[in-house]
């Protein structure tokens, strides 16, 4: 699913990207999930200049391995195995047939339909989140030497149960409305912040030399940076939130 482009992270809904009124596609996406070996994908795109004016296409193998398609795997320091690439399409020939939604009317065939799988997808996202918590929570267990670590694990073990149970909810509210998003912002939100506090909460439950020596702690602390910026960063979860009603 491309969608983020170098210069429209967080501003997905103004994408840059073009497909031209005789269906030649020039596009720039990065951060693509395994975009440089999939066989198949789809991609927002502008159609037009209105606001309506944009577009999903499905990405078949003959487009993607079109001559005039460059793909990349991007440098990354962590979550290597999301193959997070750099995408770039000049003047690519797409078929009509494979721009989606065309029987919808402009505005639910584009944004409205991406925006129903960022909700979709944000509770997959914060479980994920707090299945890393929990991780490093399960690691300590066997770490901790003292009742003032003991109690803080306690502590953090009550507040991620509580806060996957808030995902539920939310999925069960976006299952019963699927524009009802500002729940699934809140999850999002705390399940971020609940992880990244997990990290920095670490040493103290499992002692600093082991925090910094351990191969898979370190691992763990390195990929747990990328869930802030899976399905939209802290600061547009807020945004969302207060536009939205809890
Ligand atoms: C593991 C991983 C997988 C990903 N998978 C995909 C994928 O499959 N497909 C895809 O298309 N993209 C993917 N992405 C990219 C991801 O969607 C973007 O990183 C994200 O949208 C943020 O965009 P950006 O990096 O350009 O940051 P920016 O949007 O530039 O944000 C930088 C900072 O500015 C803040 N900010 C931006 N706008 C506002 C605003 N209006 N108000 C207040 N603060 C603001 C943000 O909160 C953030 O703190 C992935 C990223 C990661 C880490």
Same mark, same amino acid.
């Given at each position: ?24 596609? +020039? ?8 975009? &440089?070996?999939?066989? =198949?994908? %789809? ?5 037009? %200049? ?41 003047? %690519?020939?797409?078929?009509?047939? &494979? ?21 979709? #997808? ?15 929570? *399960?690691?300590?267990?066997? &770490? =901790? ?31 019963? +409305? =699927?524009? *009802? ?20 909460? #670490? ?16 691992? %763990? =602390? ?7 910026? #899976? ?16």
């Amino acid at each position: 699913m491309a969608v983020t482009e170098p210069s429209k992270g967080s501003d997905a809904g103004n994408p840059s990207s073009l497909l031209s009124d005789d269906f030649e596609l +020039n596009a720039e996406k990065w951060l693509v999930g395994n975009g &440089h070996d999939a066989t =198949i994908g %789809t991609m927002v795109v502008r159609t037009g %200049t209105g606001p309506y004016s944009i577009g999903v296409i499905l990405l078949t193998p003959e487009t993607l391995s079109h001559p005039k398609v460059f793909r990349q795997l991007l440098p990354v320091a962590g979550l290597q195995g999301a193959g997070l690439s750099h995408l770039y399409f000049d003047k %690519t020939p797409i078929s009509e047939e &494979h721009i989606l939604g065309l029987h919808r009317r402009p505005l639910e065939r584009g944004m409205h339909s991406v925006i129903k799988t960022f909700y979709r #997808m944000r509770p997959c996202v914060c479980a994920m989140a707090l299945g890393s918590a929990q991780a490093l929570l *399960d690691f300590a267990i066997s &770490h =901790i030497s003292n009742v003032k670590a003991r109690e803080l694990h306690s502590s953090l073990q009550i507040e991620i149960e509580a806060i996957r149970n808030l995902n539920y909810r939310a999925a069960l509210r976006i299952d019963d +409305n =699927i524009l *009802d998003g500002a729940a699934v912002s809140l999850a999002k939100a705390c399940s971020t912040e609940f992880v990244e506090k997990v990290v920095r909460i #670490m040493p103290k439950l499992v002692g600093t030399e082991l925090f910094l020596t351990d191969i898979w702690l370190q691992k %763990t =602390i390195t990929d747990i940076q990328g869930y802030e910026w #899976m399905e939209g960063s802290l600061d547009m979860q807020r945004l969302n939130i207060l536009a939205g009603s809890i």
